[in-house]
């Protein structure tokens, strides 16, 4: 407990304070706005938070992160177009209610479900992510390889609609992950000769290009030029009728727990579990026609599953190491940047740290109640009335100032442009972009576990497999890569039988 | 070969993009940028001029103060700048 208190107070500050409340501010405003999502706004913002004090890059991260799942409500309710992946199954139930005339309290739902379930999943954080940590105390390099391989797998099958092209994926960012220096050898690798890559390249810089192009080029293929008019914007506070939240209490909590559930694992993301919940809400009502035609449970399910998401996502990261999606990965690297290395010892040596981002993921959760009311909500959705055409060239500038910042390096723009317009045709061919920035972080770490692992059995490779967890962690990764495979064969079957 | 009209405004946003990059070095920073806050909404047919231009500006403001003023962040140098200095 003395963990949590003494983080607080350092929470409690100036600096991560305003940090929070302007970044959850700011999270609700991309992910209101389509085209934006929070990957890209958090890959942006990092390479400026380099010279800051960590607690408040943190706290920036997860203001945007908790802020843009909310965000994404707002159109997804007013206009059928979910803001970020996560709020598309926001828009079944939502839409239907704008339609009759309640889009205020659609929106009132959705900011309650949001915050109650981010603070459900920050909650879980706060409780497992400790406990956790403790069992890599046990960890040695044989089992730092595996839990890597682990991670870069179950990504890879789970992420995209083809565990092939998730692996190809994964793999990719393997091999971008080994240019540059060895680190044990001193070798150079992949550089042509070059020395701007004798560095590698740098993750921030190619997630900008993959994270950020992508979406920028999309929506100069939409060429909406006009924006929205005023009338499609209209809004009315309304208050809750009595026993109204009380009614939404048992969807919350089976939401919460759905969306917390698929945080942990690695690979699922917020979309899935706003699916999760919401079937699951329509499969417990009394009534499931009533889904799909604006009942305020679905939306409640929905908004409240993808919160739920973001605490949960963290586990993993800040315990093992491993990050379960890329904001896990942003997460991550913001702390290397800072000179930290995840794991049991973070807990250890920086308590402040580890329990003040966790304090901020809560925080920012009970902020959304308090800038996501009508009010705020009625400002942000003016923001869709600015033509995306005018998005396109803003969001540019902004990568370009984000890269050139990192180093200060011309060529670093152009590695981005590449890598930018690489993840735009990997993306037309259902190649998911997540798995390639988890191999070039999990790949230098599999990589320098396996050699110290090899270094400590003097090359016996048989090493890698004995001890009992790493054994384990070996089955786990064979059986998420047969499973759809298995799959896939069955299925094959069953249509050659038809 | 007929190429739909959102494949032409993606290669015309790509190619506008590398030219921005291109030039971001040569032509310093806010003025390569402003440049490209008004040329590509026009490429991708967008036709009101002051409206681009006020959006331009704002946002050029609020990038200085952020990044230079507040963060104080070196980004490429004003090619017109040291074009003045060397004028004067």
Redesign the interface.
């Known amino acids: 407990m003395e963990f949590y208190t003494n983080a607080l107070a350092h929470v409690l500050s100036f600096g991560p304070l305003t940090a929070m409340i302007g970044a959850t501010l700011l999270g609700v405003f991309i992910g209101a706005l389509p085209g934006l999502n929070p990957v890209m706004a958090i890959a942006l913002l990092l390479p400026l938070t380099y010279s800051m004090d960590p607690l408040v890059a943190l706290a920036m991260v997860a203001g945007i992160y908790n802020g843009s799942m909310y965000g994404g409500a707002i159109p997804a309710i007013l206009l059928r177009i979910p803001g970020t992946p996560a709020s598309i199954a926001t828009t079944f139930d939502g839409f239907p209610m704008a339609d009759k005339g309640e889009a205020a309290k659609a929106l009132k739902i959705a900011c309650w479900s949001s915050a109650v379930g981010g603070i459900a999943s920050a909650i879980a954080l706060m409780t497992v992510g400790p406990l956790l940590a403790r069992v890599t105390l046990f960890f040695g390099p044989a089992e730092y390889f595996w839990i890597a391989i682990f991670g870069m797998a179950s990504v890879g099958v789970m992420v995209g609609s083809d565990p092939v092209k998730g692996i190809m994926a994964a793999v990719l960012g393997l091999l971008i992950g080994t240019l540059g220096i060895d680190n044990l050898s001193g070798q150079a690798r992949f550089t042509f000769g070059r020395t701007w890559l004798l560095g590698g390249l740098d993750l921030i810089v190619v997630l900008v290009g993959l994270y950020a192009l992508p979406p920028v080029l999309q929506l100069a293929e939409k060429t909406d030029l006009k924006g929205l008019s005023a009338a499609q914007l209209k809004l009315t506070n309304v208050p809750f009728k009595h026993g109204e939240v009380r009614g939404l209490i048992p969807t919350w909590i089976r939401a919460s727990g759905i969306g917390i559930g698929v945080g942990i694992l690695p690979g699922a993301g917020g979309n899935i579990a706003a699916f999760l919940s919401y079937n699951a809400a329509k499969n417990a009502s009394d009534d499931p026609s009533s889904f799909g035609k604006g009942n305020p449970q679905g939306v409640a399910a929905a908004e409240c599953g993808n919160n739920a998401d973001n605490a949960a996502s963290m586990i993993p990261a800040l315990s093992l190491g491993i990050p379960g999606n890329v904001v896990a990965a942003l997460v991550l690297s913001a702390l290397t940047i800072h000179g930290l290395q995840p794991g049991p010892q973070l807990f250890h040596q920086n308590p402040v740290l580890v329990g003040g981002f966790m304090m901020e993921m809560l925080l920012t959760s009970v902020l959304i109640f308090a800038l996501g009311g009508a009010v705020a909500t009625r400002v942000f959705a003016q923001f869709q009335r600015l033509p995306g055409v005018l998005l396109v060239p803003s969001i540019l500038i902004l990568m370009c100032v984000g890269v050139y910042v990192i180093n200060g390096r011309p060529v670093d723009l152009w590695v981005m442009l590449a890598a930018g317009l690489a993840g735009y045709f990997l993306e037309k061919v259902n190649v998911p972009l997540a798995p390639i920035i988890l191999g070039m972080i999990l790949g230098p770490m599999a990589e320098q576990s396996v050699r110290r692992a090899l270094l400590i059995s003097r090359g016996d490779a048989t090493e890698l497999l004995t001890r009992p967890i790493s054994a384990a962690l070996a089955l786990a990764t064979l059986l998420v890569i047969a499973w759809p495979i298995a799959k896939a064969m069955r299925r094959r079957r069953g249509t050659k039988a038809a | 070969m007929a190429i739909g009209?959102?494949?032409a405004?993606?290669i015309?946003?790509?190619v506008i993009?590398?030219i921005?990059?291109a030039l971001?070095?040569p032509l310093g920073?806010y003025t390569a940028?402003f440049l490209?806050?008004l040329?590509?909404?026009m490429a991708?047919?967008?036709?009101q001029l002051v409206?681009?231009l006020i959006?331009a500006l704002v946002?050029m403001v609020l990038?200085y103060l952020v990044?230079s003023v507040l963060?104080e962040?070196?980004?490429?140098r004003e090619a017109l700048l040291s074009l003045f200095a060397a004028g004067a």
């Open positions: 009209i959102s494949t405004q993606m015309i946003a790509a993009a590398t921005y990059v971001v070095v920073f940028s490209l806050m040329a590509l909404p991708l047919g967008f036709r409206y681009a959006v946002f990038i990044f963060l962040k070196p980004l490429p």
